[in-house]
């Protein structure tokens, strides 16, 4: 009986509940809609390069359910902007541009999620950036609402393999690129999407942005210049490849404004909002391929890719293969530079934030760094290795091992640091030579659980460890955030050579070193209060 009685008082509730409720009565909105921003800024993007999803959030504060009776674009049809509406998109060709009777009930909200793609050679404008503007009207007439969408767009100078289509099976192929892959003289095919830079194309000027797509290459006996403010943008799986007997000439200068870099070439991948600015692994590599030889980068930042560089071959080089000055590299899912049985000389060099290491010398090789600083702060999970690796071997698929002369690794006024420990692993297999030196490094070498022993880790004998100072603070002004320089109490300060700075007079913000020098790429700084 008691449980009857409470269905009954139960269902006259609902019943009388109900009976109050006005579901589904929409009233027309009157314009009291409010809004979680008065302008949806899209950030940068290229030409035709789609921009990231932003969202804006569209609240009816009032106790009425309300329906708008148009939601669209002021551009209408010919926008270039598309939304979606808590997951409506429209239908027809309306599709994302145009949206009737949308309904909020009381108290609530909706979501829209707003993109744009802007072909540049239909905005009108002779100039290299174009600000793109529309907005989303929500009503008409009195009632009307508006948020205005702001984007802006860049012209650039794209780059990318053709598209072939099979007339049999009607299937898109990308152009891949053929080229003498093992040095018998005869091309070769490989999987690698992209093709060789023309004549017109060698030389990349500070006039545009440059965005490629796949593997621009550069051919036998050509060189690739990219001069002083040059801005190349990599799309994903892309990267530059440099083949027999041609050179990569990065000819970056001192900039005025550090924000900027005005001056220096920067090589990134192709997304510009500030989301992006600091992702690894966006794009491939710059190859420097084996045959290839006299390359040259000054002032150029290098960031986000998968390996910054990968050098191989030509040991013997005279001068080295690889010159790289006044330059960084940072955020490389794997790393920063890996060397491969080759010739590198690096002055002034910064390198920081890989997933694996930052500089990996394997396979032997010829090697001299000079006031550089080879650090790593990866700061999106556990790496496996230290900040520098050393080898004079690799594996084959069959377990085979191969050794290769390490004729020289030396390192000078150099920081070798980073937040785990040890940061370098001198990795010596028996067959070939194995010669390094450190000479007044600053250096983060702990062997708690003696883990390390050997000759090459004798770090009382100074023919391998000259003037070394181990495990004190760089004081590093923010690692974590590529900044590098070292601070007035800094373990680095007035300890390096002063013969080795001689050589290379200046830091890598144009600081003279020559008197009193600092270890590593930066003299230090002093902080005024």
């Known amino acids: 009986m008691k449980r009857g009685l409470y269905f009954v008082l139960t269902f006259t509730a609902l019943v009388f509940w109900s009976s109050c409720r006005k579901d589904f009565e929409f009233e027309p909105s009157t314009g009291g809609l409010e809004f979680s921003k008065d302008t949806v800024y899209l950030d940068t993007v290229f030409s035709n390069i789609g921009s990231s999803t932003y969202n804006l959030k569209v609240y009816n504060r009032s106790s009425n359910d309300i329906v708008i009776p148009t939601v669209k674009f002021t551009e209408g049809q010919t926008s270039n902007y598309r939304m979606t509406i808590d997951g409506r998109t429209g239908t027809g060709e309306n ?147 440099v083949t027999n007997n041609a050179t990569l000439n990065i000819e970056g200068d001192l900039s005025a404004d550090l924000s900027l870099l005005e001056n220096e070439v920067i090589i990134q991948g192709d997304r510009l909002e500030p989301l992006f600015e600091d992702v690894p692994g966006q794009w491939g590599t710059i190859w420097l391929y084996n045959g290839s030889g006299n390359h040259n980068i000054n002032y150029a930042t290098i960031k986000n890719g998968t390996v910054g560089i990968l050098c191989e071959g030509n040991q013997n080089s005279t001068p080295h293969k690889l010159t790289i000055t006044n330059s960084q590299i940072y955020n490389c899912s794997n790393f ?134 181990f495990n004190q603070n760089p004081q590093f002004i923010d690692p974590y955030e590529n900044i590098l320089i070292i601070g007035e109490n800094s373990a680095a300060i007035d300890a390096a050579n002063p013969d080795y700075s001689l050589l290379v007079p200046e830091d890598l913000l144009g600081v003279n070193r020559t008197n009193a020098p600092d270890i590593g790429a930066y003299q230090h700084v002093i902080v005024e209060d």
């Open 95 to 241: 599709l994302g541009k145009h949206f009737e009777n949308v309904e909020i009930l009381a108290k609530d909200s909706m979501y829209i999620f707003i993109e744009t793609t802007v072909d540049f050679a239909n905005t009108g404008t002779n100039s290299n950036t174009f600000l793109y503007t529309d907005a989303i009207e929500f009503d008409e007439g009195s009632y009307q609402q508006k948020v205005e969408l702001v984007t802006l767009i860049k012209d650039a100078v794209f780059i990318y393999p053709q598209q072939i289509i099979n007339e049999e099976t009607n299937e898109t192929i990308i152009e891949t690129l053929t080229f003498d892959v093992d040095g018998d003289g005869i091309p070769d095919e490989t999987s690698l999407q992209g093709r060789f830079l023309t004549n017109e194309e060698l030389t990349f000027t500070n006039e545009k942005p440059y965005v490629i797509y796949g593997y621009a290459a550069v051919d036998e006996n050509n060189t690739l210049t990219m001069e002083a403010g040059a801005r190349v943008h990599f799309h994903a799986n892309s990267g530059l490849l």
């Open 336 to 469: 920063g530079i890996l060397a491969r049985a080759t010739s590198i000389l690096g002055e002034n060099l910064v390198i920081n934030n890989s997933g694996q290491s930052s500089l990996a010398l394997t396979y032997g090789g010829n090697y001299t760094f000079t006031h550089s600083t080879i650090v790593n702060y990866w700061n999106t999970g556990f790496r496996q290795y230290p900040s520098l690796i050393i080898n004079n071997y690799i594996i084959d698929e069959e377990e085979n091992i191969f050794t290769n002369d390490l004729s020289t690794a030396n390192f000078n006024n150099c920081i070798i640091f980073g937040n785990d420990n040890p940061e370098f692993l001198l990795d010596e297999e028996d067959g070939s030579a194995f010669n390094f030196k450190f000479t007044n490094c600053l250096a983060r070498f702990s062997d708690n659980s003696n883990n390390f022993s050997g000759d090459n880790y004798d770090f009382n004998n100074p023919a391998l460890y000259d003037s070394v100072i």
